[in-house]
């Protein structure tokens, strides 16, 4: 069995996703580039080198999770990283700022279908994963999972009429990560009696596909926070909600 950490990102073909696998990879780690498009996964592999295999992973499809769960078993027996990071803002708001989704999908006026659509994948595919990559991660002596969340699903934060992104909150994105949110503190209850450890993270307003590149931080800087939780030991923490530089994020 291989003594390097053996890592799964999903939607790793771009954006926080690939930066984090070239960091990884950097950092020793075997890295599984996960891509709902094998082709496009095998140009994000290609470009970070050795060390980085594409596979595909569609977080939507069952299918996909289990053939992608079933892979990962048969090469390695175990999985020490997994970082929940595909996600998506929109499905009919392509070429807008997020000001300007948020105006289209207000609670009033947000269409279910792009809300069911965004929700399978921010959070119904972030649970699926989970369930899918578990038995493989009690193989590990050391396992971590990292979900990629975002601060503007924080409802503590929300509430508050001084925040600053809270005329952007509605039922699509900002509560999808809401939804995620919770679903990372059910599965931190579930595992708060064994020793694999889960934290959540937000990379902040980077300029990614996401936001139609409207963000203000660099990929590089945006994806830090996921790193360098990503790269604890075992001796880390868990149940953690940060941003860089492990700064708390209230729920």
Do not use: C
Not at 63 to 79: H, K, Y
Not at 225 to 242: I, K, M, Q, Y
């Amino acid at each position: 069995m291989s003594t390097e950490r053996i890592a799964l990102i999903t939607g790793a073909n771009q954006g926080v996703g690939k930066q984090v696998a070239r960091e990884l990879v950097a950092n020793g780690a075997t890295v599984l580039v996960g891509s709902r498009d094998l082709a496009r996964g095998e140009a994000a592999a290609a470009e970070i080198g050795e060390g980085a295999t594409a596979i595909q992973l569609d977080v939507s499809d069952a299918t996909s999770i289990a053939a992608a769960a079933a892979s990962i078993g048969e090469r390695f027996g175990r999985l020490d990283l997994l970082v929940n990071n595909a996600g998506i803002s929109n499905t009919g708001g392509a070429g807008l700022t997020p000001e300007q989704n948020a105006a289209r999908s207000k609670a009033s006026t947000a269409s279910l279908d792009e809300i069911r659509a965004v929700w399978d994948v921010n959070v119904f595919g972030v649970l699926a994963v989970y369930q899918a990559m578990l038995p493989l991660l009690r193989q590990s002596s050391d396992a971590r999972i990292v979900n990629v969340s975002s601060g503007v699903g924080s409802l503590s934060s929300n509430a508050d009429p001084s925040f600053p992104y809270r005329a952007i909150y509605g039922p699509v994105y900002p509560a999808s990560k809401a939804a995620e949110n919770a679903m990372t503190l059910a599965m931190m209850i579930e595992l708060e009696d064994t020793g694999i450890k889960i934290n959540l993270v937000s990379p902040g307003f980077t300029s990614t596909a996401l936001n139609n590149f409207a963000g203000t931080e660099s990929v590089e800087d945006g994806s830090r926070e996921v790193v360098r939780v990503a790269l604890l030991g075992p001796d880390g923490p868990t149940n953690t909600f940060t941003r860089w530089e492990n700064e708390t994020i209230p729920w």
